[in-house]
């Protein structure tokens, strides 16, 4: 498993121990050397609990949204045009793991925005673009895997609404056992599998999810 992310302007090294930490951290800037990579040393952060990266707020426990990058995108009205819908879209997408058939929400407004298709928004549109933006508020909280528990997953496999899963973990946070979100995982249906039957439409969820999700 990789302990770093390097982004174009930032990095991150992480572990679960202080030990680790900075093992990890001194192999991190070694492999800066060999490219002429500087650290500067007034804008490193050491033994972070808690951080903003790409868009989410990480813990040693848990993945949030953060709110401060979604809040001036919940403010826009609905998109009247395909150059605003499709960045919304993207946007959204880049959260997808939180928030519960995602697929499904947006199938119709994808469509909308096909080359062969005048883009026109409807009530059904309408509504996808302010539940997209209600899932945005309100996704929650994803725990981060413990490898060492059991893992239950949950699959909803239907004819009308495509396929979702959801993997979950039973962990003690607080004291208390919870039945924490570690990642929602949708798509539409395949014009062959639109025609299955309920009981083979739940199989080939149960397939999908194990081959998406397996690690």
Request: aromatic share 10%; hydrophobic share 35%; proline share 3%.
């Amino acid at each position: 498993m990789s302990t770093r992310n390097i982004g174009r302007l930032d990095g991150s090294i992480y572990s679960e121990t202080w030990e680790d930490h900075v093992q990890y951290k001194d192999r991190g800037v070694s492999t800066f050397t060999p490219i002429n990579l500087k650290v500067s040393l007034k804008k490193c952060n050491f033994g972070q609990h808690k951080l903003l990266e790409l868009g989410h707020k990480v813990s040693g426990l848990s993945l949030a949204i953060e709110r401060n990058k979604v809040a001036a995108v919940l403010k826009n009205p609905v998109s009247k045009a395909i150059k605003e819908m499709l960045p919304f879209l993207g946007f959204a997408s880049y959260y997808r793991n939180q928030i519960k058939v995602f697929a499904h929400i947006t199938g119709n407004t994808y469509k909308l925005c096909s080359k062969d298709v005048v883009f026109e928004i409807n009530k059904e549109g309408k509504n996808a673009y302010e539940t997209i933006k209600n899932e945005l508020t309100n996704a929650p909280v994803l725990i981060l895997t413990k490898f060492q528990l059991p893992l239950n997953l949950y699959i909803d496999g239907s004819c009308m609404k495509g396929l979702g899963a959801s993997l979950h973990q039973r962990q003690i946070v607080d004291g208390e056992p919870i039945d924490g979100v570690i990642c929602y995982i949708s798509r539409q249906l395949k014009y062959s599998e639109a025609r299955y039957e309920a009981t083979q439409t739940e199989c080939i969820c149960l397939v999908w999810a194990l081959e998406k999700l397996h690690y």
